[in-house]
């Protein structure tokens, strides 16, 4: 893949960004997602490549468009694999909460791996911690290795855990153990990728959260060396069909960062732009003729991350 995709990359979540923080506040969630994604989806109409998607809004019949299985771009080479999300997600922006963002992630054809919707179980921790989790391991045990790998206290860490009653128990012995615990409301893809990264204030992601959500975020962590694991764990018959149908029969598989993202030696191109402020990405801000916006641009072949502040003048032909 040609590095100039990554600019693209980043030009689309941008573009998506700006387009669905118009709502942001407004409390109508269908249409901060809805102009995201309009957004994103206009502005591959000009890029040169062949990207099918792998991960999206949705199955084919389910979505006007951003669906698995919808080629983007011109047709040209390079023929590459496409997960993203236009808005994790429409309600955050509506109720105007933090972490919103808009995600893209490019690979080779044939990496990235098609995960049902349906809800997974997933720890996620970054670089000084890899190699240290196991999801079929308690949460004492995973903490334990955790801290040692970072040369830290159990006390010293903090997990982020979605707030949902599932959570009660992992709560409980997280807390036992002593580590601090950050619940958020959503957004548990913005969280995942946070891990990664010194400064956020987020050590390890636990609990149960989206399947695509999931594979998106290893996307990111395996750009920057981070670790990941999840199972899935359908709260539903019909999330449990959807896997079947998608050829996952054993439902307790353990799916690695690898599985997820065809293994270290797939390139992938990896762009995240701020909706709403976040810890790890700041918000749309608009002034008077533009906005600005804050991003992040990784590659995982040459482990290169960027964050990038751009500002975007309305009054020209175009944003970009």
Not at 267 to 281: E, P, Q, R, S, W
Request: charged letters at 25%.
């Amino acid at each position: 893949m040609d590095r100039n995709l990554a600019l693209e990359l980043v030009r689309a979540t941008e573009l998506a960004a700006i387009s669905s923080a118009r709502w942001m506040g407004l409390g109508n969630p269908s249409a901060a997602d809805q102009a995201a994604i309009d957004a994103m989806r206009h502005a591959f109409d000009n890029v040169s490549f062949s990207g099918s998607i792998v991960i999206g809004k949705g199955e084919r019949g389910t979505a006007p468009t951003l669906y698995v299985g919808e080629v983007l771009g011109q047709g040209d080479a390079p023929e590459v694999d496409i997960a993203l999300d236009a808005v994790e997600s429409g309600a955050i922006v509506a109720n105007g909460r933090p972490n919103a963002i808009s995600v893209i992630a490019a690979a080779e054809k044939g990496s990235l791996r098609q995960v049902p919707e349906a809800h997974m179980e997933k720890i996620a921790v970054g670089p000084k911690a890899a190699g240290a989790i196991d999801i079929t391991a308690p949460a004492e045990k995973n903490l334990r290795a955790i801290a040692e790998a970072m040369n830290c206290s159990v006390e010293d860490l903090t997990v982020v855990i979605l707030d949902r009653p599932r959570h009660a128990d992992l709560v409980r012995q997280v807390r036992g153990i002593g580590a601090r615990i950050k619940l958020i409301q959503d957004g548990d893809l913005s969280a995942t990728i946070a891990v990664a990264f010194e400064g956020t204030g987020v050590d390890v992601l636990m609990g149960v959260g989206g399947a695509r959500e999931g594979a998106l975020a290893a996307t990111a962590l395996q750009c920057i060396g981070g670790d990941m694991q999840g199972r899935l764990k359908p709260l539903t018959e019909e999330e449990a069909e959807r896997a079947l149908r998608m050829g996952i029969q054993d439902l307790d598989r353990v799916f690695t960062i690898s599985d997820l993202t065809g293994g270290g030696e797939c390139d992938i191109m990896f762009a995240a732009t701020g909706v709403t402020d976040g810890d790890l990405l700041k918000g749309v801000r608009f002034f008077g003729g533009g906005a600005q916006t804050h991003s992040l641009v990784m590659r995982s072949r040459s482990a290169t991350v960027r964050f990038i502040e751009s500002t975007h003048r309305f009054d020209r032909k175009s944003v970009s």
